[in-house]
């Protein structure tokens, strides 16, 4: 629905109707949009106390919010839960907050699996503080993932020590390295094992070199690389302040659209080379311990990053993420990226053009898995918490397909059944 607002059909191919809520409060306005590849379904939205009964068959539905804070107001001015079929799903919500601070940015937000079992959505915005705002609303059933995929490339963890280091490279690097972070990296058994049929990275508060902290980072550059298909991580992420768990990829040649270094160059890190974010980056998962509830999904472009304030992501409510396993999932496509978390798909970016400012995602990207703490996002939400550690990234596999004949099991492992 796309709320205050006509009938529209999005660039992605999602069908918004006209607006229905009927309730007395107005239709507004928001002229510029910012971190939007469709900001038409941003421009109109509806302030107050809303409350959507849409009649709606039995099953079991992903629900995406879109948001967009229409004024300059400091952060904690606007906050309100989200309530579906009289449960709170998103608590505490603060759209500017969660939009890095900007105002007139997109801000896209799933929940998985609400059931409806009278016939009805039942959907409402209730205030904690000022007025809530809603912009659209996009309600999917959720399916087994029809598409067909050949696996090419995993690692089950099915063995003990090390991780195989034909399919894994450490990196090793000081605390500050990258995104002001507190940890050092190393190669340690103490910070990257394999046990119990699982890879475990483990953060520990100790002395290490200039580090107060020590975590683990490998990445399979080289050794499983992927242009387009699809990546699945099945993961239990860390707990509590400071932590920053992260299953990502970055270009396996990171100098294919710099303008400023060269091959050879130690480019992560530099301020002096533009590998970053010319070549890309795409983030299959982010979660900061701060906000335990919120798993994020974010393509980094020279058009579209956080310097420019024009970052393209989304985020999914994930209440259990440090207690239970989840499976998180990329599939590429020369056209598209889509992140999924549990098979359900909260984050889509579209290749507008064949400029490589916009879709640089047309070459090899390698997996990359770490814990780091603190850095510039993992202390957002305040100091470390030293009584976290030690803290702990569980990986129980990491599969990557081309597309191919259909895999069952697959299917059955990312749908839950």
Known sequence: ???????????????????????????????????AQDSSVYKTYREGELRLQQPLANGIYDITLLFAEPYAIPVGSRVFDVLAENRVVIAGLDVRLARDGNYHAALVRTVVGVEVSDGQLDLKLKSVVGEPLLNALIVRQKVVDPASWRLVWSDEFDYQGAPDS??????????????????????????????????????????????????GRIHSKD????????????????????????????????????????????????????????????????????????????????????????????SVEGQDVAEAFHVYSIEWSPDRIDILFDGSPYFTYLRESDDWQAWPFDHPYHVILNLAIGGAWGRAGGPIDNSIFPARLEVDYVRLYKPGTPNVEMQKEVSGR
Not at 255 to 265: P, Q
Not at 288 to 313: C, E, F, I, L
């Open 1 to 35: 629905m796309n709320v205050g607002g006509p009938e529209h059909l999005g660039a992605d191919g999602i069908h918004y109707e006209a607006d229905k809520i009927s309730i007395s409060t107005p239709n507004r306005r928001i002229e510029n949009i910012r971190g």
């Open 166 to 215: 034909n399919k894994w490279s450490y990196d090793i690097w000081p605390p500050k390295k990258v995104n002001d972070e507190d940890q050092a990296y190393t190669d340690r058994p103490k910070n990257v094992r394999v046990e119990d049929g699982k890879l475990v990275i483990e953060a520990h508060r100790e002395d290490y070199g200039d580090a107060k902290y020590s975590s």
């Open 223 to 314: 050794k499983g690389d992927l242009l387009y298909g699809r990546a699945d991580i099945r993961a239990k992420l860390a707990a509590g302040q400071g932590a920053w768990s992260a299953i990502w990829m970055l270009p396996s040649d990171p100098f294919k659209y710099s303008t400023t270094c060269t091959h050879g160059e130690d480019w992560q890190g530099s301020t002096n080379c533009d590998a970053w974010p010319n070549s890309g980056e795409i983030d299959i998962m982010e979660h900061v311990g701060y906000d335990m509830n919120v798993v994020h999904g974010t393509v980094h472009t020279r058009a579209y990053y956080w310097v420019n304030g024009k970052q393209r992501k989304a």
